[in-house]
Structures are given as structure tokens and as C-alpha cells.
């Protein structure tokens, strides 16, 4: 599947926060605002938490195939297509049990991330104002 730019960062990134959100007990009960934390996190604390989880995610994201996309809705997929892509970029790394444990790992981080992108807006029917 093709995504801009935008997209892929808009989804990566609210994997990233959900990971954070998850690893963190103060944002889990709602003692720390997530946006807040996130911020107060610095570019390299960002980082930190972006690298590994794209080097997982955005292969997957690409390795999905093509679905019509329709104005103002996300992509959707199957959890069975989601689930295809993953095995597809996934290794043989590890055991049979280590391989299904890192697959359902990486089949909710794709979720989560498809969840993150943005509604679909078609570039060829942008109406640039009057006032510009």
C-alpha cells in the first residue's frame, strides 16, 4: 500500500504514544497527561521510542495490499490481511511459539497504527481558497 508521508508519520507516531502511554504507569491512571509526557519527552527520548517501533512497523504498512481509498475514511483491513503482511516481513527468527507470540505483537502495532492515520483527503480535488 502506498501512504504519504504525512500518513506513515501520523501513524507511526500514535504507535509510539501508545507504547509509551502503555510502558508508563502515572499516564495509565491518568496522573500524567500522554501529550504533555510526550512533549516533556525531548526530540532524542522520541527517538528512542520511534526507531525501534518503525524498523517493525513500517515494512508491514508498506507489504499491505492496495485498497481503494475513499474521501474522508481510513484504509481498512482485515485482521486476516493485517495478520498475511506481518508473516510475510516477519523472520524465522526464534521458536514456533517465540514467531506466533511476535506476529500478534506486531498485528496490534499495525492496528494501532492504521487506527492512527489520517482520513483520506484527495490531493487532485484540493480547492485552494479564493483569499490565497
Do not use: C, H
Request: charged share 25%; aromatic share 6%.
Amino acid at each position: 500500500m502506498q501512504f504519504s508521508e504525512a500518513e506513515l508519520t501520523a501513524a507511526l507516531t500514535g504507535v509510539a504514544k501508545a507504547a509509551f502511554a502503555a510502558q508508563s504507569k502515572e499516564i495509565r491512571k491518568g496522573k500524567v497527561d500522554l501529550e504533555q509526557a510526550w512533549l516533556d519527552l525531548g526530540g532524542y527520548g522520541r527517538y528512542q521510542l520511534l526507531e525501534p517501533l518503525g524498523s517493525q512497523v513500517l515494512p508491514i504498512l508498506i507489504a499491505l495490499p492496495d485498497v481503494t481509498r475513499v474521501v474522508g475514511e481510513r484504509p481498512a483491513y482485515s485482521t486476516a490481511e493485517i495478520r498475511a503482511a506481518v508473516e510475510e516481513t516477519t523472520g524465522e527468527e526464534g521458536g514456533r511459539l517465540r514467531r506466533k507470540a511476535l506476529v500478534l505483537a506486531r498485528v496490534a502495532l499495525t492496528q494501532t497504527a492504521l487506527a492512527n492515520v489520517p482520513p483520506w483527503s484527495d490531493p487532485d480535488t484540493f480547492v485552494v481558497p479564493d483569499s490565497l
